[in-house]
């Protein structure tokens, strides 16, 4: 059974840092891509950052130059660094794994709040 676990959201003040984790089992993760989607209520789920299983990474241009996605295949585990954070960035973060010759097989984690106020 694949599970995807994620962990790290909270509560920040603008300006502040969080580092995502997410923690994969059941899954050859080296064979995956590894994506960061956050969703909003009313808007539309996004892509946040992704990184192929070879380490190419790729970014919505709102977080460009604040967010860091990472991976550590020996442990299983994607990351999202996010440093100066802006109140609209608060929203559900969740974690999505793709096979990287089928796109249909993907999987995703249950998601970790992100809240940014002062």
């Known amino acids: 059974q694949v599970q995807l676990v994620e962990s790290g959201g909270g509560l920040v003040q603008p300006g502040g840092s969080l580092r995502l984790s997410c923690t994969a089992s059941?899954?050859?993760?080296?064979?995956?891509?590894m994506g960061w989607y956050r969703q909003t209520p009313g808007k539309q789920r996004e892509l946040v950052a992704r990184i192929t299983n070879g380490g190419t990474t790729d970014y919505t241009d709102s977080v460009k130059g604040r967010f860091t996605i990472s991976r550590d295949n020996a442990k299983n585990t994607v990351y999202l660094q996010m440093n100066t954070l802006r109140p609209e960035d608060t929203a559900v973060y969740c974690c999505?794994?793709?096979?990287?010759?089928?796109?249909?097989?993907?999987?995703w984690g249950q998601g970790t709040q992100v809240t940014v106020s002062s």
């Open positions: 999505n794994a793709e096979h990287r010759l089928n796109s249909r097989i993907n999987y």
């Open positions: 059941g899954l050859w993760f080296s064979a995956f891509s």
